[in-house]
């Protein structure tokens, strides 16, 4: 079975680190595997592996004419039963729908579509572009994987793609393995004994409701003792939300650790883990508390609440400040409450979100389009 992944994405986030887990399940599988990628850098975690090649091709824009025409002889070459296309949102890979035309024709193609909405552009001209990419792109695969059940919904409800080509297929993560280390050196680097670290895994984007969170900490702060906020990640808004965390205060209680290769630390001296995003479909940053066993505070967005319940967890409505500060005060006083909701979450985690889990299903999804070609 000769596979070929392809990803545009120079930046790591939840869809590269789903592509990185779905690549080391496969290639225990025999699969001969070739990844088309924009940044081979972000992969070198797996650069390693027996059965896969990484090459680099890079198409900088719409109008990059010799990157596409590059990448359409590296599709040729490659010669797969089936090509992958990790689709970080509808409008992404923009020459997937060429590709599949031109490069491997008769090719069987599946897409993960991790955001389905198509945000809005200060640009008027670029919201209609981005949906016509979009529906080029939905129309040439053959398959449309999501996420979750929520971002099927409005895969078919808001492109009109048919159910049935669309397929849910939860991400998953690998077990955690705890490293002890990790966690004494994130809490000596930031000064955290004696703290009661918040942690929120994100890229700082907009659509993530960092603001929200800045000002809902405000609240959190001053009727939590030692509360300190810790915001992993990095983005073109960390200037923005410095300013704005200054601005709020207290300062020393919020920090800003840049992007971390790894997030096991952060994960280790967290008390409570925080999501504020406006949309999501299913993040990473919950999966990895989820097994990490931790108190989770999130907002019903998207997939979210198909994680989490209840039992699980605190969801809050998308964009409310007080429901946020609320809720993480809430988590942070009721210790028996947290500690319930950390066990059921890690439970939820090991029987639906488990990465042994999602590459089997990828695994019987990429077996049956083989047979179809």
């Known amino acids: ?36 990628c924009a940044e081979p850098r972000i992969f070198s975690g797996i650069a390693g592996l027996n059965g896969l090649e990484i090459i680099g091709c890079r198409v900088k824009g719409l109008f990059d004419l010799k990157g596409a025409f590059r990448l359409l002889k590296l599709f040729r070459q490659a010669g797969a039963d089936v090509v992958h296309f990790n689709l970080t949102s509808p409008y992404s890979c923009q020459y997937a729908a060429l590709m599949l035309r031109f490069g491997l024709p008769g090719c069987r193609a599946i897409g993960t579509v ?5 945000p809005a552009s200060r640009y008027p001209l670029i919201g209609p572009a981005r949906r016509w990419i979009a529906w080029n792109t939905l ?45 004494r050196e994130i809490e000596q680097k930031y000064g955290l004994a004696g703290k009661r670290p918040v942690v929120c895994i994100s890229r700082l984007v907009k659509g993530k409701g960092l603001d929200v969170l800045l000002k809902a900490f405000k609240d959190v702060a001053s009727q939590v003792r030692n509360a300190v ?9 960390l200037a923005e939300l410095k300013a704005l965390a200054g601005q709020l205060g207290p300062a020393e209680q919020i920090i800003f650790t840049g992007h971390q290769r790894s997030v096991d630390g952060c994960l280790q001296v967290a008390e409570v883990s925080v999501t504020a ?6 993040p990473y940053s919950v999966l990895e ?34 429901a946020l500060a609320a809720a993480l005060i809430k988590a942070l006083s009721e210790k028996p409450l947290a500690e319930k909701l950390a066990a059921q979450a890690r439970a939820r985690a090991e029987q639906f979100f488990s990465s042994t889990r999602m590459c089997d299903g990828y695994g019987s999804l990429l077996a049956e389009a083989c047979s179809c070609v």
Do not use: W
């Open 1 to 36: 079975m000769k596979l070929l992944f392809y990803t545009d994405t120079e930046a790591f986030g939840g869809a590269e680190r789903f592509l990185q887990d779905l690549l080391s399940g496969l290639t225990g599988q025999g699969a001969d595997i070739k990844l088309i």
């Open 114 to 118: 991790h955001m389905s909405a198509v």
């Open 139 to 183: 129309r040439a695969l053959a398959t449309c994987v999501c996420p979750s059940k929520a971002a099927a919904a409005f895969l078919i409800d808001r492109y009109g793609v048919s159910s049935s080509k669309v397929r849910m297929i939860y991400n998953g993560i690998p077990a955690v393995l705890v490293d002890l280390a990790k966690g």
């Open 229 to 237: 906020l810790l915001i992993v990640g990095d983005g073109y808004l």
């Open 277 to 282: 995003s406006l949309n999501e479909s299913l």
């Open 289 to 322: 508390a989820m097994a990490y066993g931790k108190a989770i505070v999130a907002t019903a967005v998207g997939g979210v609440p198909e994680m989490i319940d209840q039992d699980s967890g605190i969801l809050v409505p998308p964009g409310d400040t007080k």
